[in-house]
Structure formats: C-alpha cells, structure tokens
C-alpha cells in the first residue's frame, strides 16, 4: 500500500535562509522552530517525511556534495531530536539554466522519492517558502501545497 509524504523545502523552511548565500556549514545552521508542530502533526498521521532541496551552489563551484551532505545530515539529527523522521533527501545539484528535470519547479525530486518510498502522490502535501515549491508540488500531482 503507498503511504502519503510530506515533501518539505530546506532553506527558509527548515533552516533559516542567509539572504544571497549559500549554507556551507553546519555553524550557519538556524533551525525554523514554528514548522516542528505541522510535521510532527502530519508525521503522526502516517506522512512519510522527505526535505527536497535545490542546492545550485554545487554546480556552481561554490558547495561540494559533501558539505551539503553535512549539513542535511546535521538537520536530520537535529530534527530527530525533536521526535521528527527524515525518510528521504532528494537534492537537485543543477543551475537553472541546466533546464533538468529535478530542480523546482520541476517535479523530479518528488517523483524519484514517490518511485523509491512507494509514495501516493495525490494524497501527499509540499510545504515550502517559494513558488518553486508549489508549484513542483502540483507539478508532481499534489492536491496540497502549502507556501509559508
């Protein structure tokens, strides 16, 4: 049976985004506190939890896929210990003007993590601060897409 998920955005969802940067280090980490509630409360119901990212910043040369690894690793043991789960990390390395498949507002990141979780789509939720996210979201066949 496929489970529902809750696709959720990391910068300036999770962690606080630095305006014009990029995060290339667990010291610039600043967790967004007033999401915890909404995904526990989703969590609790049987959503399965997946953070999808675009990380351009790889492609550019300016962050490795090891210090984004880093970094996703260290959100996904600080929100362990608030009793959250990450099932899943889907991260698009390109730059926009690469036109791939899985950077938002494209729907690849949602569509490979509902492939490989067994993932019903139509009864998932994306939750996120840009209108990539929605709109990746609907892409994907979501009837629920939240911009905070």
Do not use: W
Not at 87 to 99: A, D, F, I, L, Q
Request: charged share 25%; hydrophobic share 35%; glycine share 8%.
């Amino acid at each position: 049976m496929k489970s529902p998920a809750l696709f959720i955005d990391r910068d300036g969802t999770i962690i606080k985004q630095i305006d014009g940067e990029y995060i290339s280090s667990i010291n610039q980490i600043e967790l967004i506190e007033t999401i915890f509630p909404a995904i526990l409360m989703l969590q609790n119901e049987g959503y399965l939890v997946i953070m999808v990212t675009n990380q351009a910043g790889i492609n550019k040369g300016i962050l490795s896929h090891e210090q984004v690894n880093e970094i996703n690793q260290h959100i996904i043991q600080s929100l362990k210990r608030q009793g959250i789960e990450i099932s899943g990390v889907y991260v698009c390395p390109h730059k926009t003007e690469e036109k791939c498949k899985c950077r938002k507002p494209e729907p690849g990141l949602l569509l490979k993590a509902a492939e490989e979780h067994n993932i019903d789509l139509e009864n998932s939720v994306i939750i996120g601060d840009s209108e990539k996210d929605t709109k990746a979201g609907l892409n994907a066949g979501l009837k629920k897409v939240i911009k905070i």
